[in-house]
């Protein structure tokens, strides 16, 4: 199995669950070699359930109309040379 961030090489790995339904207990996900992330079922049922949560605007464009951007000092100071 490949990464979904960077395409590299899946392996399987033993992580401890300190926060586990009964205590602390192994549980048995896939890490990348290259850059580390974690697939589990956990974790992506969580990441889906986010992604459910975000509203889209039907033009599929952001609106911006009610941010409010403040800009203070450091925003308009030079770096010394």
């Known amino acids: 199995m490949n990464c979904s961030r960077c395409l590299g090489l899946m392996v399987e790995d033993q992580l401890f669950d300190l926060e586990g339904e009964y205590g602390a207990m192994w549980a048995t996900s ?3 070699v290259n850059c580390g992330h974690v697939h589990d079922s956990l974790i992506e049922q ?15 464009e952001p609106d911006y109309r009610d941010d409010e951007v ?4 450091e925003a308009f100071m030079r770096l010394a040379a």
């Open 70 to 73: 403040f800009l203070g000092p």
């Open 30 to 32: 896939l890490r990348c």
């Open 46 to 60: 969580h990441r889906l359930a986010r992604q459910e949560q975000v509203l889209v605007l039907s033009s599929g």
